[in-house]
């Protein structure tokens, strides 16, 4: 599935990688970029609790709890981020965890079912940011772009300082069916939110606009959202 990154995030490594995929770039790379390969995959195999390629195997020695609850018929929970977990479906699949020399920890998941979303995990592990930086700069980016936002106030448990950006953007992506360009409409939210001993969280999730189970799962992993201690 090719899989079209949100306005304001930056290429799991570089810009070619997003090409390689097929994904539309609409960000301009901002920010101090990746770690090389090798730093990146020691940065990321030290602190990443997700799993490289497939998200329904779940890493070893993942540093938060699951929710008390368990999660409904063809979800799993996950612990993508220290500290944080959330329930995703157990068709995702997840792109090679990434390190970006600004401290910031990335992983993406992709569900490829006839309900397609994304869902992009970031977070910054030593006090680099809070969430209300993460979210001043997305805003600066996405406007950049020309894509319009609309922030509210949410919760998280366990979190503190929670934001919420909701967009639309349109995408080049294998998930339109109908339009022989691929364009499509899609509908994304992200929440933002302070952890504990300094940890940031951002979270992002979209899916195609016309199909409304799509975008009601991707909005279905923010609601679930837990933080914890890493």
Request: aromatic share 6%; proline share 6%.
């Amino acid at each position: 599935m090719a899989a079209v990154r949100p306005a304001g995030r930056r290429p799991a490594s570089a810009c070619a990688v997003a090409l390689a995929l097929g994904c539309l770039v609409l960000s301009a790379c901002s920010g101090s970029g990746a770690t090389d390969a090798a730093e990146a995959g020691a940065a990321a195999a030290s602190t990443e609790t997700a799993p490289a390629t497939s998200a329904s195997t779940p890493a070893a020695g993942q540093g938060a709890s699951a929710p008390a609850s368990a999660p409904a018929q063809g979800q799993q929970t996950l612990s993508p981020a220290l500290g944080r977990t959330m329930t995703i479906s157990q068709a995702a699949v997840s792109e090679e965890p990434t390190a970006f020399k600004d401290g910031l920890r990335q992983v993406i998941y992709h569900v490829d079912t006839d309900a397609p979303y994304s869902v992009f995990v970031e977070y910054y592990p030593n006090g680099e940011k809070a969430a209300a930086d993460i979210l001043a700069s997305e805003q600066e980016v996405f406007s950049s772009q020309g894509v319009e936002v609309t922030v509210s106030a949410t919760t998280v448990e366990g979190g503190s300082n929670a934001q919420r950006m909701d967009w639309t953007q349109e995408g080049d992506t294998a998930w339109s069916a109908t339009d022989p360009s691929g364009v499509t409409t899609l509908t994304g939210a992200a929440v933002f939110v302070d952890g504990q001993d300094g940890y940031a969280y951002s979270v992002y999730a979209y899916g195609p606009s016309d199909n409304g189970e799509a975008v009601a799962a991707a909005h279905a992993v923010l609601d679930s959202l837990v933080v914890s201690a890493p």
